[in-house]
C-alpha cells in the first residue's frame, strides 16, 4: 500500500490502494485501487476536489459560462467535469421540484378546487449543428412561475402530447392553460381548459421565462460555441435548470405571499 499523503482513492475514497507499474509521459507512478479497480495518478489534482468547489461548480452551472470556462475557473479537467455532471444530473427528480398548493373553496355545501392557471409556449434550440432543432416545451404555473413539465423534440401533435402526459395529474384536472395559435396544442388539451390566443399578453410570463433561460443557459445563447454536442446531455441540462429555478421560484414565493 503506498504510504504518500494522498492514498486513497479519487472515486470510492477507499484507502486499500497500490502501485500499478505504470508511469505517465511525466514518470509519474500510477496507482489502482483494490476496492472499485480506480487508476489514477497522486498528481491528478482534478481528482481531488474539495466539496467547498463541488457546490461552487453546482452554482456555475446555472450561469451563462461555458464547460470548458468552468474548468478554466476551476482548474479542473474537463474529462473530470463531465463525469461530475453526469452524477449529479442522474439525481434529478422527474417532478422538477414543482410544488403547488390547491386552493379549495366551500360554495353551496361543497368544496370546488380552484382553478390554476398555466402558459404554454416553445423555445427554439439545436444539437450538434443548426439543421438539428430541438424545440422545448414549456408549461409554467402562472401564480409562483414554477416549471411544472417540459420536453424537447419538435413542433408535432406526438411532441404536444408527450408534454401533455408529463404534466400533474392534479394540474391537469383543475388547470386553465393558455397558448399561442399553434395547432399542436389545440388537438391535445381539452377544449374546456385551453385558451388560445395570438397577442402575447396571454403568454408573456412564459415568454419573458424563455428569455431568462437562453441569457442563463449556455447551451441556449445564440451564436456561440457552448451548445450542446449530444441529445442526451442537451436533455439533461436543461433539467438541472428548471429544477434550480423552480426551487429559487418557490423561495421567492413563500417570501412575497401574502
Keep these: 500500500m503506498c504510504n504518500s499523503i494522498k492514498t486513497y482513492c479519487p472515486r470510492c475514497l477507499c484507502t486499500n490502494v497500490k502501485k500499478n507499474g505504470l508511469f505517465n509521459k511525466q514518470k509519474t507512478q500510477q496507482y489502482k485501487c483494490k476496492s472499485c479497480s480506480k487508476k489514477f495518478f497522486l498528481t491528478g489534482s482534478s481528482y481531488f476536489i474539495s466539496d467547498f468547489k463541488k457546490d461552487l461548480l453546482k452554482d456555475l452551472l446555472l450561469e451563462r459560462l461555458s464547460l470548458r470556462g468552468i474548468c478554466r475557473v476551476l482548474k479542473v479537467s474537463l474529462t473530470w467535469?463531465?463525469?461530475?455532471?453526469?452524477?449529479i444530473w442522474s439525481d434529478l427528480p422527474d417532478d422538477l421540484n414543482v410544488k403547488l398548493?390547491?386552493?379549495?373553496?366551500?360554495?353551496?355545501?361543497?368544496?370546488?378546487?380552484?382553478?390554476?392557471?398555466c402558459e404554454a409556449d416553445e423555445l427554439w434550440s439545436f444539437v450538434q449543428n443548426k439543421g438539428c432543432v430541438q424545440y422545448i416545451w414549456l408549461v409554467q404555473d402562472r401564480e409562483t412561475r414554477q416549471i411544472v413539465a417540459y420536453e424537447i423534440g419538435d413542433r408535432s401533435r406526438k411532441t404536444a402530447r408527450k408534454l401533455w402526459d408529463k404534466i400533474p395529474k392534479d394540474l391537469k384536472d383543475n388547470g386553465l392553460f393558455y397558448t399561442d395559435d399553434w395547432d399542436s396544442?389545440?388537438?391535445?388539451?381539452?377544449?374546456?381548459?385551453h385558451l388560445s390566443s395570438k397577442y402575447?399578453?396571454?403568454t408573456n410570463h412564459i415568454e419573458r421565462f424563455n428569455a431568462t433561460?437562453?441569457?442563463?443557459?449556455?447551451?441556449?445563447v445564440r451564436k456561440n460555441l457552448a451548445f450542446s454536442k449530444s441529445t442526451e446531455n442537451h436533455h439533461l441540462a436543461i433539467k438541472y435548470f428548471l429544477c434550480n429555478y423552480n426551487l429559487w421560484c418557490q423561495k421567492k414565493y413563500e417570501q412575497t405571499a401574502p
Design 81 to 87: 467535469l463531465l463525469g461530475f455532471l453526469k452524477d
Design 101 to 117: 398548493n390547491f386552493v379549495k373553496k366551500l360554495v353551496a355545501g361543497r368544496f370546488y378546487i380552484q382553478m390554476r392557471k
Design 185 to 193: 396544442y389545440k388537438t391535445v388539451i381539452p377544449q374546456g381548459q
Design 200 to 202: 402575447k399578453k396571454d
Design 213 to 220: 433561460i437562453r441569457n442563463r443557459c449556455s447551451r441556449l
